[in-house]
């Protein structure tokens, strides 16, 4: 970079990567960005809808924390993204674009579901181990179809997983007609509504607690699985570069199929979750979108399980509060959609801010190095 | 199988193929700059909402809607809220360098928002049945250029389309010879494949990355704009189709292997393929729901084999999904 000696022109700026920032800063850019985006947004609100944004804002936190009840649901809801981003974190760290989530989670919930259908006379503690196996299995298989095709042949997988996602999505339409109960209604129903057979257990009365509590003690596993194991070690390696990791004799075809069969079983284990812990039926939608959502947590999290809880939190409780603004002031409730979208676009760019700085032309450059 | 059911078949086919082929065109145009764009089903959505939301307003408020006008309006304003959407993308990840996978997602979560709120809030505005409709514009849409012509079995297989239909293989092939034939062209797949080479060769990377993703999700925009004004005519539901639509037309451009004037035909592929579960007899409503995934699996095959096969000319652009930075080596 010995371009300042030289006679051209220096441009106005110039970017430069960092080598590190502080996390002080890092966290302050973010922290101002967030505020920025929110600010944003409140103007949106407003001129599209001559609504004073403090009051959608306060509506929002009321949706979120106004009763004991909504304070579960964004707990349950929160816990459900979570889970998937836990899921997808290894294999993201592994620089695997596993977009299909939204099919191992349909493929876990199928599982889940067609156990609870077909093994309702079963006793409830042996039905719910079946279910669990199940749905893991059913969501790691998902998940190792794009996995072996990349590991053999180098098939593109953020494709493959892509379409897998829809293939599930047919699947879960054919036993939808299959499953449909009552006939004609074209869902599937409350599963077992009077047995409760193959139903979560409520805890202290909430019925989310069991999810909740799961999800959380898979998120200390998956944090010290990725950031002590051997295993969380080879899967760093090969995603910072796959021919270092061949070169330290690391089997690389051997750790991608590896980490795919745990993050594939892990959003299966969020469709059992969501069949069995929280809406008791299965539906094109039981995904919802949500195995999107939770890559971009997996992303901006950088892979860490306990700042993924932060994100979802802003993210689940963006979603829930759009659903009172909705309801409270008589908007339709693709305004989270709108919201959610502006604000992960401004954390996005902040990522720059923090990899990269902006150097002025100056003549005090020889001392900045 | 009946002749009039067959062609009753083709015809939807083409209709449906239609949507996604002006989104695999524009994608094309995307990709072969290196830019993997995954926010397709978000800027369909935008385009279609902003024709229609222009149109409601013109047709709203002129005594007699010039229909005219009100093509070029749709026109205009799809492919500028298309191309912003683009522009968004764009700016995360080019000049900002954000991973373009979770940058499309993002935009695909926006333009969704974006698009169902204003059609959801302009069905209460219309109020009655809940459905707002733009008369003169689908009209104008619909309008078959060989209509004179289709009275017979080739002219109802060929000719009894709306204009867009035509329009969409035009793009298709101009497209598929800028790509080939042009020096501007062979810049840009200069840019896909390898940046670093084409900056040192004097090409203006992030120019025409830019100009690449812009254009590109205007001419998806159109797709969501055909989608509006044609294929459910000139109203707006809230069901999520424009969703899926923009996926297929993701896959598609796999299973073109990024040529656009395959999509002429692989586009229609598809549209069989989707549709072809409402002809066959004897299917009951479970197993038709298997016959809607075959565009998938087929291009499921399609990915698999040609990355099995390693014919280069098959392959995507090099660089495709990675950012470029000039210091970085």
Same mark, same amino acid.
């Given at each position: 970079m010995s371009k300042n000696k030289s006679s051209v022109k220096e441009p106005l700026l110039r970017i430069a990567k960092r080598d590190s920032i502080e996390a002080y800063k890092a966290w302050g850019i973010r922290a101002a960005v967030l505020i920025a985006a929110l600010i944003i947004c409140g103007f949106i609100i407003f001129f599209i809808t001559d609504l004073n944004p403090f009051k959608v804002y306060i509506s929002m936190f009321k949706g979120n924390f106004g009763t004991t009840r909504r304070i579960w649901q964004l707990l349950r809801d929160m816990a459900m993204l979570l889970c998937i981003g836990l899921g997808l974190a290894p294999a993201f760290k592994m620089r695997f674009w596993n977009i299909g989530a939204e099919g191992q989670i349909l493929a876990g919930g199928l599982a889940t579901a067609a156990c609870m259908i077909y093994l309702n006379s079963l006793p409830n503690y042996l039905l719910l181990i079946i279910m669990f196996v199940t749905s893991i299995i059913a969501g790691a298989l998902w998940g190792l179809i794009p996995t072996i095709f990349k590991a053999k042949f180098n098939t593109n997988e953020t494709l493959f997983t892509l379409m897998m996602n829809?293939?599930?999505?047919?699947?879960?339409?054919?036993?939808?007609?299959? !499953?449909?109960?009552?006939?004609?209604?074209?869902?599937?129903?409350?599963?077992?509504?009077?047995?409760?057979?193959? !139903?979560?257990?409520?805890?202290?009365?909430?019925?989310?607690?069991?999810?909740?509590?799961?999800?959380?003690?898979?998120?200390?596993?998956?944090?010290?699985?990725?950031?002590?194991? @051997?295993?969380?070690?080879?899967?760093?390696?090969?995603?910072?570069?796959?021919?270092?990791?061949?070169?330290?004799?690391?089997?690389?075809?051997?750790?991608?199929?590896?980490?795919?069969?745990?993050?594939?079983?892990?959003?299966?284990?969020?469709?059992?979750?969501?069949?069995?812990?929280?809406?008791?039926?299965?539906?094109?939608?039981?995904?919802?979108?949500?195995?999107?959502?939770?890559?971009?947590?997996? !992303?901006?999290? @950088?892979?860490?399980?306990?700042?993924?809880?932060?994100?979802?939190?802003?993210?689940?409780?963006?979603?829930?509060?759009?659903?009172?603004?909705?309801?409270?002031?008589?908007?339709?409730?693709?305004?989270?959609?709108?919201?959610?979208?502006?604000?992960?676009?401004?954390?996005?760019?902040?990522?720059?801010?923090?990899?990269?700085?902006?150097?002025?032309?100056?003549?005090?450059?020889?001392?900045?190095? | 199988m009946t002749l009039s059911s067959f062609i009753s078949l083709f015809q939807a086919a083409i209709v449906f193929g239609t949507v996604i082929m002006f989104g695999s065109i524009g994608e094309t145009l995307t990709e072969k700059s290196g830019n993997l764009n995954l926010g397709v089903p978000g800027v369909m959505y935008l385009g279609g909402i902003a024709g229609l939301v222009s149109v409601f307003f013109y047709e709203k408020y002129t005594p007699e809607p010039n229909q005219l006008i009100c093509v070029i309006l749709a026109l205009a304003s799809s492919f500028a809220a298309a191309a912003l959407g683009g522009l968004i993308y764009s700016f995360l990840t080019i000049t900002l360098r954000a991973n373009q996978n979770v940058t499309g997602l993002t935009l695909t979560i926006f333009g969704t928002g974006v698009a169902n709120f204003l059609g959801g809030s302009l069905n209460k505005l219309a109020g009655g049945v809940g459905q707002i409709s733009v008369p003169y514009t689908s009209d104008a849409f619909?309008?078959?250029?060989?209509?004179?012509?289709?009275?017979?079995?080739?002219?109802?297989?060929?000719?009894?389309?709306?204009? #867009?239909?035509?329009?969409?293989?035009?793009?298709?092939?101009? #497209?598929?010879?800028?790509?080939?034939?042009?020096?501007?062209?062979?810049?840009?797949?200069?840019?896909?494949?390898?940046?670093?080479?084409?900056?040192?060769?004097?090409?203006?990377?992030?120019?025409?990355?830019?100009?690449?993703?812009?254009?590109?999700?205007?001419?998806?925009?159109f797709g969501g704009l055909f989608y509006v004004m044609d294929y459910i005519g000139g109203t707006w539901a809230n069901d999520g189709s424009i969703e899926s639509l923009g996926w297929l037309a993701v896959a598609l451009v796999i299973f073109t292997t990024w040529k656009s004037a395959n999509s002429i035909w692989g586009a229609y592929l598809f549209g069989l393929l989707y549709w072809m579960f409402y002809y066959i007899e004897g299917l009951t409503r479970s197993s038709q729901e298997i016959f809607k995934m075959l565009p998938y699996v087929v291009t499921i095959l399609v990915l698999i084999i040609i990355s099995f096969r390693k014919k280069k000319e098959n392959q995507g652009p090099q660089s495709l999904g990675l950012s470029y930075f000039r210091e970085e080596r």
């Open positions: 829809y293939v599930a999505i047919q699947l879960t339409s054919y036993f939808v007609a299959l !499953w449909e109960n009552p006939y004609g209604s074209n869902t599937v129903g409350i599963i077992n509504p009077a047995t409760k057979a193959g !139903w979560l257990p409520s805890v202290f009365g909430q019925q989310s607690f069991l999810n909740v509590a799961i999800v959380l003690l898979l998120t200390v596993i998956m944090y010290f699985y990725l950031k002590y194991s @051997k295993q969380g070690y080879e899967i760093s390696v090969v995603g910072e570069s796959e021919n270092t990791a061949r070169y330290a004799g690391i089997n690389v075809k051997k750790v991608i199929i590896r980490t795919m069969l745990i993050s594939g079983a892990v959003c299966g284990l969020a469709g059992f979750l969501a069949v069995s812990g929280a809406s008791h039926t299965i539906s094109t939608s039981t995904a919802g979108g949500k195995g999107f959502t939770a890559i971009i947590v997996t !992303w901006l999290a @950088k892979f860490n399980p306990v700042v993924m809880i932060l994100i979802t939190f802003i993210i689940t409780f963006l979603d829930r509060g759009a659903v009172q603004i909705a309801s409270d002031f008589n908007l339709n409730e693709y305004v989270s959609n709108i919201i959610t979208g502006i604000i992960l676009f401004f954390i996005l760019g902040s990522e720059f801010f923090i990899n990269y700085k902006i150097i002025f032309r100056s003549k005090k450059q020889e001392v900045i190095k | 619909k309008f078959q250029i060989f209509g004179s012509l289709s009275s017979s079995s080739f002219g109802k297989l060929f000719l009894s389309y709306g204009w #867009m239909v035509y329009l969409a293989i035009i793009i298709a092939v101009v #497209m598929q010879i800028f790509l080939s034939k042009t020096r501007k062209g062979l810049n840009l797949r200069a840019v896909g494949e390898n940046p670093a080479t084409a900056d040192a060769a004097g090409i203006n990377v992030t120019k025409y990355k830019y100009s690449a993703t812009c254009i590109g999700c205007g001419i998806v925009g």
